[in-house]
């Protein structure tokens, strides 16, 4: 899934490490989510949601247009 | 003025990938020593069996060369530990965690390993090969029995409860998934093959070792891809 966690995490300065500690998880998972190679689980979307201040839909992309077509 | 996308590499993710491949090599430093001791064991025992006398200058030369590589692995290890310690990475508290286990297992398995190795274990009937189902000493058999069956699950149950994250368990729950179908379909290939005569009677140990390689091999290619 896309995502601004990258981009969100620059804007911080913080390295891979730091986001990971912020989230409590390890650098592979936080590299994992910002490639959009693994899709972070309800609970921990909703903390980074948390930690960044911003709705999970501002931070996570799952790029279904049908809403837009309603 | 730089792009927010070429900042999203930092210089401390940078050094963490470094951090990560001197760990690599660290660990195959350390099964280096362990072969080469198998294969000092294994040189030695040879001698033994042919009744040869004393040590000639070639077996000075050549166990030499085996202790001079051994040394040099372990100096490596110490230099890349030296290193990783000096570069002051911040690391996530599952991962320190992890690191940590990481260091206590290798130990203890290294001397698991150094103890077969340099008991001959590793051989059966001067057949080397790391799925030798061979006898071993009972104590030896029992140390090993308590190690696996007591000590390995009580770690596991420790990692899957303090260390892992959900990616990783994710990768855990993949790789477990597809080794668990490479071996409900292996094993009868192999045992219709077997009453077919073109195989080998089926054997558990390296079907075990299949199934555990295949777990492996998936779980690090999910989390470190």
Redesign the interface.
């Known amino acids: 899934m896309k995502n601004q966690l990258k981009v969100l995490r620059a804007m911080r300065s913080w390295s891979q490490a730091d986001l990971g500690e912020h989230l409590d998880v390890s650098r592979q998972a936080v590299n994992a989510i910002e490639t959009g190679k693994y899709d972070p689980s309800l609970p921990l979307a909703f903390k980074i949601s948390r930690l960044f201040a911003l709705p999970i839909e501002e931070i996570f992309d799952d790029e279904f247009e049908g809403a837009h077509n309603d | 003025m730089t792009n927010?996308?070429e900042?999203?590499m930092?210089?401390?993710?940078n050094m963490?990938n470094n951090n990560g491949l001197r760990r690599l090599w660290m660990m195959f430093s350390g099964i280096g020593i362990i072969m080469i001791s198998g294969a000092i064991s294994g040189y030695l025992s040879q001698r033994d069996a042919q009744g040869d006398g004393p040590l000639t200058t070639l077996d000075v030369s050549i166990l030499g060369l085996f202790a001079a590589v051994i040394l040099v692995l372990a100096f490596a290890i110490w230099r890349l530990f030296q290193q990783t310690k000096q570069s002051g990475?911040?690391?996530?508290?599952?991962?320190r965690l992890?690191n940590r286990i990481i260091w206590g297992c290798g130990i203890f398995g290294g001397i698991i390993g150094l103890t077969l190795a340099l008991t001959g274990n590793m051989e059966a009937a001067n057949e080397p090969s790391p799925f030798a189902s061979g006898p071993m000493s009972p104590m030896l058999a029992l140390i090993l029995a308590v190690a696996i069956g007591v000590v390995l699950p009580a770690i596991t149950f420790y990692w899957h409860k303090h260390v892992v994250?959900?990616?990783?368990d994710?990768a855990y729950r993949a790789g477990a998934l597809i080794a668990i179908y490479a071996f409900w379909f292996g094993a009868p290939v192999w045992w219709f093959l077997w009453r077919g005569g073109i195989l080998p009677q089926p054997d558990g140990v390296p079907l075990y070792f299949m199934t555990a390689f295949i777990a492996l091999i998936v779980w690090f290619w999910k989390?470190?891809?």
């Open positions: 927010l996308k900042r999203t930092t210089d401390a993710d963490a990475e911040r690391v996530p508290r599952r991962e992890n994250d959900e990616q990783e994710a989390k470190y891809r």
